[in-house]
């Protein structure tokens, strides 16, 4: 047992606390076997039980600092053992071991011995150019291991494994153009419905997918074709079930010892970050991920939860989950910096993505929540009433620069009885579709990387239920099939056009050019690369058709529309622009005139005439003729 390595994580200095505590296959006395170690300093007496001895246990060595071990000789890969715990009150308990890194498949509870070691991994040319994203697009895919798709076999036999998933999801993500996978929670979890939010095991993949080479294989399929992948992880808190953490020795060894910090508002069992331990087991597992499996980011779940008791930003700071945050960021920072650190967090709290050096908690990204909440607030909104909450849609770009933000439609939006993005619209049936073809236009051209759930991309009406695959029979219906290649064609030209992403951060790369358009539900805005190459977005969120709307653009020339959503190929009704456009000057300043039908957004380059070909992309509608008129509204959809 490296004695260092434990004292250094009993004081709350250690990111490799998994290279000390848990099973390890190994070579003590001339005999091939096994050590277990574990750390309860409140126990009386701990025997491992396990099916190497019948379940019939052996007395493990107890250390001065609380850390007990033992050497079993002859113990194999796969084998199943437990903690067999006696209190200072005489209560015997058989306790999972915290730092087991296999699990039996729920409702079991044994660890079971695995050897992470010696995966032959083949993606060492992306780990040695991936970075944190900045200036690269980024749009990613969240799933839920369990129901993006079902084989129809019996309860546990259901799930797709992760060598399974390598082979149908990966192809899928490349064609929709997705760059990065992020999973929800696969620390191991006892309950489907919690989707992995309430943990039993921080080192243990979970088996309902199969073994933990079978996820690496996972992820070193990924990177071989060019495809990241992120993990949500859940520091805030773990499950009240008996055989894991809670009260793991008798006493309170995670947990505070004071009741009213004790529990969560989902009735889970908080960490204690006063305890320097607990902040060394959060960030070795953190580390244990990224070192092991090769995740390109770490995505943190209930961040406010850490910052706040609760959640609740009218009440003080938790200083304590603060320093864990600054402390954990830190360290992960130095040891891998070029893994993305994510937070979903829903409060207000200053500098999220600031580096900790200068006083902030050190995450490169932090989950827009804000941008979410007023863009679907907005669209709730009939069409008629949506001058009145106008500022609505300006006001995230009024603190976008506050911090580096990702733009989220996740899954909590989309459970819950809150309804799906597309339900969340107002209109009828058709309008909701052209309105949600908008959506996403804006999304992908507001500065800000990209995160959507799996099922955004086929509009479905039905709430996500983790116990059902996505409704993959909606594409044979033609409106939802048509939103399905737009989402393609819009994330392709994501990937191509580098103004959408280049510049995400930097001030110079938006700029506003009808922002106070409240009578006619209008935005417009100019989006910049660093070699000023300048795409113009218009986004009309009325029920009202207008020509000869005036753009306003840099320079004078021919310019063509790259995508607009009303094109009939994405289901709109054909009123899209002439592939050529010439800017004109008025009144001192060059303007496009454009068609911009009810509900739709389009966007447009400048090109050399020689090259206007170049702009023609599959979905690209053909011209229409317009009758000159005026700024103003001349029509509504019929």
Request: aromatic content about 16%; proline content about 4%.
């Amino acid at each position: 047992m490296d004695m260092k390595l434990m004292d250094a994580y009993l004081q709350g200095g250690s990111l490799e606390g998994y290279q000390v505590f848990g099973v390890h296959l190994c070579h003590e006395y001339d005999q091939d076997g096994a050590r277990f170690t574990v750390y309860a300093p409140n126990a009386a007496r701990i025997r491992l039980i396990g099916d190497f001895n019948g379940w019939t246990g052996y007395d493990m060595d107890r250390h001065p600092s609380g850390v007990w071990s033992i050497f079993v000789q002859g113990v194999q890969e796969m084998q199943m053992y437990k903690y067999q715990i006696y209190t200072a009150e005489g209560e015997t308990y058989d306790r999972a071991d915290p730092f087991a890194f296999y699990s039996e498949l729920r409702p079991n509870t044994a660890s079971i011995v695995y050897n992470l070691n010696d995966f032959p991994w083949t993606d060492e040319a992306w780990l040695q150019t991936r970075d944190k994203g900045y200036n690269k697009p980024l749009s990613i895919y969240e799933v839920h291991a369990g129901s993006w798709k079902i084989k129809d076999l019996p309860e546990d036999e259901r799930f797709y494994r992760y060598d399974e998933l390598a082979e149908l999801l990966i192809p899928y993500v490349k064609k929709m153009g997705y760059t990065h996978i992020e999973l929800m929670p696969l620390t191991e979890y006892p309950f489907d419905k919690s989707w992995g939010y309430q943990v039993t095991g921080y080192f243990s993949a979970t088996s309902r997918y199969g073994k933990p080479k079978d996820l690496m294989y996972f992820i070193n399929r990924c990177h071989e074709q060019g495809v990241g992948v992120i993990l949500d992880f859940v520091p805030a808190h773990f499950v009240t079930d008996f055989y894991a953490l809670h009260q793991f020795d008798g006493g309170f060894v995670y947990e505070s010892e004071y009741q009213d910090a004790r529990y969560s508002e989902w009735g889970t069992v908080l960490f204690d970050y006063t305890k320097p331990h607990v902040i060394s087991f959060l960030k070795s597992a953190i580390n244990f991920w990224i070192t092991y499996y090769h995740f390109d980011g770490i995505r943190y779940d209930a961040v406010s939860n850490l910052l706040y008791r609760n959640g609740d930003t009218n009440g003080p700071v938790n200083e304590t989950g603060v320093w864990f945050l600054k402390n954990c960021n830190y360290a992960l920072q130095k040891r891998h910096p070029d893994v993305m650190l994510i937070a979903e967090d829903s409060s207000n709290f200053l500098k999220v993505t600031a580096p900790v050096e200068y006083g902030g908690l050190g995450f490169d990204y932090k989950w827009d929540l804000g941008w979410m909440n007023d863009t679907l607030d907005y669209l709730s909104v009939p069409a008629t009433h949506r001058s009145s909450v106008h500022n609505k849609l300006s006001f995230s770009m009024g603190y976008f620069y506050n911090d580096i933000f990702l733009l989220p439609l996740s899954h909590d939006e989309v459970v819950h009885g809150k309804k799906t993005v597309i339900d969340k619209i107002a209109g009828n049936y058709e309008e909701k579709f052209h309105q949600l073809r908008t959506l996403y236009l804006y999304m992908y051209t507001h500065p800000g990387k990209k995160l959507n759930f799996m099922g955004n991309e086929l509009a479905e009406f039905k709430e996500w239920d983790e116990e059902k695959a996505l409704g993959w029979n909606l594409l044979d219906y033609p409106a939802h099939k048509d939103f399905y290649q737009y989402i393609q064609a819009l994330q392709h030209l994501y990937l191509e056009e580098k103004a959408l992403y280049q510049e995400d951060y930097h001030p110079q790369s938006f700029t506003w050019l009808d922002v106070n358009n409240a009578s006619q539900c209008v935005f417009a805005y100019k989006r910049s690369d660093l070699d000023k190459n300048d795409l113009y977005v218009v986004l009309n969120f009325s029920n009202r058709m207008y020509v000869n709307y005036r753009l306003p653009v840099s320079h004078y020339g021919v310019y063509g529309e790259l995508i607009n959503t009303d094109d009939t190929a994405f289901g709109g009704k054909g009123k899209v622009n002439a592939e050529e456009l010439r800017a004109s000057l008025r009144g001192g300043k060059y303007m496009l005139e454009l068609t911009v039908a009810p509900f739709s957004a389009c966007i447009f380059k400048q090109i050399p005439k020689l090259n206007i070909s170049a702009l023609k992309r599959p979905g690209i509608g053909v011209s229409m003729q317009e009758p000159a008129g005026t700024r103003g509204p001349i029509a509504e959809y019929e």
